[in-house]
């Protein structure tokens, strides 16, 4: 691979900038023609590059940058890379990409081309979870964070522990694959594809191109069960626990009393209507994938 197209995000956490990331491929050999992450021309941006016939489209920045990139790029055959920039890098760490920029891009130049599934609510793509209830407001509190001039650690903290003690449990209907589950909850979370064993703060996935979506609903009926909760997502002992309910299908929706709900998908956080609909699209994505070659 000897030509490459970068779409950048400058804000990421990473702070990508293009001097850098130029010098990360010339000192490879690799010609690497850069463009700055702008939502409002990112689909003209992206068809220009896809244009030149790159050996592949990188994207660096966070989950919501990689997002909003791929939707732009379901049914390529140019494959999507990732360089890792944001806090969480899921769906980077899910395809086996190292941490480090100078090890990531090496890995990327070697690794082979994968198709992994794509989940969409009400027709909007995500790659790796979308959060429902409680969530969404919690994430909320990390962006105002992330923006600064927001609270400090400690009211930050009090924040978060005042809306968990507060938010109250919502009534909602899953219907999979066209069986209801009623629930009463302050938490719940729809995958693509299902989540591995393992530690927080976000599982990651064994497989990425299952087909399958996977709806977590959390049973607390107590404050303080969400808590425990959490603290088995830290210690990876979360699946064997009683509060947390799982169900698997292709086609999900989501019932309620409301009009509307936040989501938080991706780490993108958005109001969308009611009943919400979840499907899956299998191996819609072509991307680089290091994990593929291990």
Known sequence: MDHVCVVYNARSGALLGPDRLAGLFERRGVTAELRAFDPDTLAADVRELLAQGPGAL?????DGTVRAVAEIMIGQEVPLGILPGG????????????????????ALLTAPVARIDVATVNGQVFLCSSMLAMMP???????HARGGG????????GRALRVLRRYPRMRLTFVVDGQEHEARTRAAVVSCNPLAAGPAP???RDRLDAGRLAVYVTRDRTRWDLAVVAARLFDGTW?????????????????????YMSVMSDGEIAQLSLPLRYEIRPRALAVLAPKASA
């Open 137 to 143: 407001h919690l994430g909320r509190l990390r962006e």
């Open 58 to 62: 990188i994207v660096a920045g966070g």
């Open 239 to 259: 699946q064997r626990d009683p509060r947390i309910r799982r169900y698997d299908g292709t086609v999900v929706q989501v019932r309620s009393p409301f009009g």
């Open 150 to 157: 927001g609270p400090g650690p400690l009211r930050l903290l």
């Open 87 to 106: 806090t969480m890098n899921v769906l980077a760490r899910d395809l086996g990409l190292p941490t480090d920029l100078d090890d990531a891009v090496d």
């Open 202 to 204: 976000i599982p990651g």
